[in-house]
């Protein structure tokens, strides 16, 4: 498998005015905490890590943002929303260059994100004019004969958002754009490796009129700013992607409070014989090994009719050993490294515990600090990690089925449910087969590694508590407010 020659990485060329944001206004907090790059260990800046205290300052101060009934109407978050959109595809350059440097995304991988991230506030923008209620029927009980009513979409209040490093531009825009949008205000804890990004973000939306005290960028460690965060009582809603585990605590420390959590999955790939084969190996191994695996809707588990399984792992395996492991600023490179070497460990670890029980090694395998060379395994017993849990890694399996029921059933046994692929000619066994899968999102003769940023997104079991997606967001984040009006009083 080529590896692409390094390039020297060009310097950071921008910094965020300071460490944070709250209280309408950039501020370095007491403490700050180094932000570098998972390729070379480079330095790359240092931004505030948020206490307590200071994340109490930072939700205060935006809960009295809200609670003071300034106006600021649907049309303007619209406009300024839009605005945001277009700052964020002038300033691409900037963006993909903060967004590779500080995360584990090649400079083409976050060229992709800058564009997504501008199509989610475009869609934020358009729910803000779509917070409608609709009448209720009051004069079909005795009890409300005189009377008339209707409900109306009103903001939750302070969200508070913890996001994860894969996606560090597009996942806050996912958090802040339906909030702002909702009429909200919100508190975001960006993940310790990528908060550049954020504070890069963050000055976008003030460039773009946002008013300065509706948010806050509290960076920080998870067990000191997200512990805080959480708990705060005058949060009123969580929103969190991350995974499994953390959810839970997430969940703990939270309490009482409306929670919207994306929390990642275990997904497969059904490939049955009558599958445009090329067209399906391809898609897998793009969606398996795009951000180095590093992504909920990663291609995890391949099912394929054995009837093709032979020729099928062959294409698979040409494919995977045609990318080029290497530096994320080189434009021939398909696969960066991992977020740190101790996840690219983690990960040779799960992949050695599936090889010493009989799993068979077809392509990969091999690691160099953070770097994962993308692995192909078959043969790999029902209760290895890789198969049980999400590897978050390049890692991908293929099994032979016999019959399509086993195949699904298969692709079922697993405690998450985000989504799946099916590959087939047949459209009544692709609709057959996508009713029976237990998942968010089944995606025909694609992999299921694919969303658009309007779908509602989210799945069954451990993947999460309710959908993100714009304007599923927007609905979790603001509550109908019933108004009755007796006539005749």
Partial sequence: MPAAEPQAAAPLTWQPPAGALWSGRWVDGASSMPVHDPEDGSLLGRVTDASPAEVDEAVTGVAAAVASGENWPAWRRREVLDAAAQLVLKRRELLTQVISREGCKTVQEAGGEVARAAETLRLSAQQAGCLTGETLPFS????????????????????????????????????????????????LKPAEATPLTALAFARILLDAGVPADRFAIVPGTGSGAGRALVGHHLVDLVSFTGGYRTGNEVARTAGAK???????????????????????????????????????????????????????????????????????????????????????????????????????LLAGGRREGAFHWPTVLTGVPADARVMTDEVFGPVLTIEPFDTVDEAVARANDTHYGLQAGVFTTGLDTALTVAERLRVGAVMVNDSSDFRIDAMPFGGPRRSGVGREGVRYAVEAMTEPKVIAVRRGA
């Fill in 140 to 187: 079909d009980t005795p009890r409300g004969h005189d009377r008339l009513g209707w409900y109306t979409r009103e903001p939750v209040g302070v969200v508070a958002a913890i996001t994860p490093f894969n996606d560090p531009l597009n996942l806050v825009a996912h958090k802040m754009g339906p909030a702002l949008a909702g009429g909200n205000g919100i508190v």
């Fill in 258 to 360: 409306k929670t919207l959590m994306e929390l990642g999955g275990n997904n497969a790939v059904l490939v049955l014989a009558d599958a445009d084969r090329e067209l399906a190996a391809q898609a897998v191994v793009d969606g398996a090994f795009g951000v180095a695996g590093q992504n909920c809707l990663s291609v995890q588990r391949v099912f394929v009719d054995a009837r093709i399984a032979a020729r099928f792992t062959q294409d698979v395996v040409k494919a995977t050993e045609a990318l080029t492991v290497g530096g994320k600023a080189d434009p021939r490179t398909d696969i960066g490294p991992l977020i740190n070497e101790r996840e690219a460990r983690r990960v040779e670890e799960w992949v050695r515990e599936a090889l010493d029980h009989g799993a068979e």
